[in-house]
Nanobody, 123 residues
């Protein structure tokens, strides 16, 4: 599975961005998909994940109530809607597909990664 993330940009605090993750080569409709962030000088961190059919979503505490992950398997895409953005959300954001239909927060569960898309939130 090849993944392509897009939608990053620069916004002011309180603003919104919508990140998209598209799969090519083959579908990822049977796989959980996650979003991870990596700020400069920091390790990659879990943000959100969604199960193969969208029935389960799981978020890290810092984004609960602000971010929403969704998927459209007919279009082979996963979206991360980011609202009420804060300067501490600034990072490169990566989407990743798991081997399994349901996955958690461990990056090791996700063997397929796209390139990052940069999100910058200014105060």
């Amino acid at each position: 599975v090849q993944l392509q993330a897009s939608g990053g940009g620069a916004v002011q605090a309180g603003g919104s961005l919508r990140l998209s993750c598209a799969a090519s080569k083959r579908t990822f409709s049977n796989n959980a998909v996650g979003w991870f962030s990596q700020a400069p000088g920091k390790e990659r961190e879990f943000v959100a994940t969604i199960s193969w059919n969208g029935g389960r979503q799981y978020y890290t505490d810092s984004v609960k109530g602000r971010f929403a992950i969704s998927r459209d398997n007919a279009k082979n895409t996963v979206t991360l809607q980011m609202n009420s953005l804060k300067p501490e959300d600034t990072a490169d954001y990566y989407c990743a597909a798991a081997r399994r239909a349901v996955a958690g927060s461990d990056p090791a569960d996700y063997p397929y990664w796209g390139q990052g898309t940069q999100v910058t939130v200014s105060s």
